[in-house]
């Protein structure tokens, strides 16, 4: 996973927003340069067209004055401009006093395309050893094949393109980072139902289903998902509760068939003389009673799942023991084995959790004690260390 991915989606749709915004405000700064540009170049290429127009005609004859005393002159206003005149050779015959470059300003073929009387513009280096830019017009000059080439420095546009960039750039910068913590903010806000779910989804156990999650109030992608996870849990509840129906009629209904079992099976050993079917018989018995252990421990399940478990009514253990030996009599005389029972005590628990825990312990006293023993008051002791703590 990219580092990008691993973020929340509030900060994703952040910089999503962000950067959707950089790339919009980087493309109307770049046209907007542009458009700044070619809008100050045509009223340049305007500037150099009148001055074109305004040209005496005796250049040619008489050139450039060093000094423009002449009101002819005056109206050139040639204080950023440069002027040439060009010849049918190519060779520069005048230019103005600014004009330093000892060759035309334009190729061949553009002298050539202006002579033709087509108006050439062109942007090109002012000399060969700089860069600044000049924008160029050649025109046709007189009747003798001359061209009049027209040059004016594009400082000016240079320097409102760069004071555009010096203000744009920081405004667009502070608009990207606005526009990031709003997105960030406009995504936490929007984002909050969808957390507000996720808490009370966690909060939700499998004991208890029929919690349902806040579904908000208008009908948006939001609202339809609670819908549906409420509509999921409802579904999961039904299911479970099923289940767990299931599971307490079955260990209710298997109880009384088992416990027919266990009796006849004792019946029947009682009434056996064979060695070889008593030891089956008693085998058979012990699996009986794991099997109604185990269908036991199925309704304890099914009691727990669905909240039915007493944890607080008050179980007299004397009493309990008294039931639980009185179950493993039969068992215990087989083996050889006396139970015996002492006083316990009241505690506040489930009875018939309390009574599966000590017929445990019976039982596994009864698998590990040697023939003709006797344990008066272990089991009691062990059933008080278990229940009475809690």
Do not use: W
């Amino acid at each position: 996973m990219t580092p990008v991915s691993r973020l929340p989606i509030s900060a994703r749709l952040a910089l999503l927003s962000a950067a959707s915004l950089s790339a919009l405000l980087a493309l109307v700064g770049i046209v907007v340069y542009q458009q700044l540009g070619a809008g100050l170049r045509a009223g340049i290429d305007q500037q150099l067209a009148d001055l074109a127009g305004s040209l005496p005609p005796r250049l040619a004859e008489d050139g450039f004055p060093e000094e423009a005393d002449d009101d002819e002159f005056d109206q050139l206003e040639l204080s950023d401009r440069l002027i040439q005149l060009v010849d049918q050779r190519g060779q520069l015959i005048a230019a103005s006093d600014d004009a330093d470059s000892p060759r035309p300003l334009l190729e061949r073929a553009d002298l050539d395309q202006a002579r033709d009387g087509d108006a050439v513009l062109r942007t090109v280096p002012e000399s060969a050893d700089e860069d600044d830019p000049l924008r160029v017009l050649a025109v046709p000059y007189g009747d003798e094949g001359l061209v009049a080439v027209l040059a004016a420095e594009l400082d000016e546009v240079q320097d409102a393109q760069r004071a555009l960039v010096a203000v744009y750039g920081p405004v667009a910068l502070l608009g990207v980072a606005v526009a990031g913590l709003l997105g960030y903010v406009i995504a936490r806000r929007g984002l909050a139902p969808v957390r507000r779910m996720t808490d009370e989804a966690e909060d939700i156990g499998g004991s208890d289903l029929s919690r349902r999650l806040s579904a908000p109030g208008r009908l948006d992608e939001v609202g339809r998902l609670a819908r549906t996870l409420n509509g999921m849990l409802t579904r999961l509840d039904a299911a479970i509760g099923r289940e767990r129906a299931f599971t307490a009629d079955a260990s209710h209904e298997l109880r009384t068939p088992l416990a027919i079992l266990r009796a006849e099976i004792e019946l029947a050993r009682d009434r056996a003389h064979d060695l070889s079917i008593q030891s089956a018989l008693d085998t058979a018995l012990e699996e009986a009673a794991r099997l109604s252990g185990l269908v036991d421990d199925l309704l304890v399940l099914a009691r727990a799942d669905s909240g039915d478990l007493e944890d607080h009514r008050p179980v007299d253990l004397d009493e309990l023991v008294d039931v639980v030996i009185a179950r493993f009599t039969t068992l215990a005389s087989r083996r050889g084995v006396r139970l015996e029972s002492t006083g316990v005590a009241v505690v506040r628990g489930d009875f018939s959790g309390l009574e599966r825990a000590l017929a445990n312990l019976v039982d596994n006293a009864l698998r590990h004690t040697p023939g003709g023993a006797s344990s008066p008051s272990k089991c009691a002791r062990s059933v008080r260390r278990e229940r009475s703590s809690p």
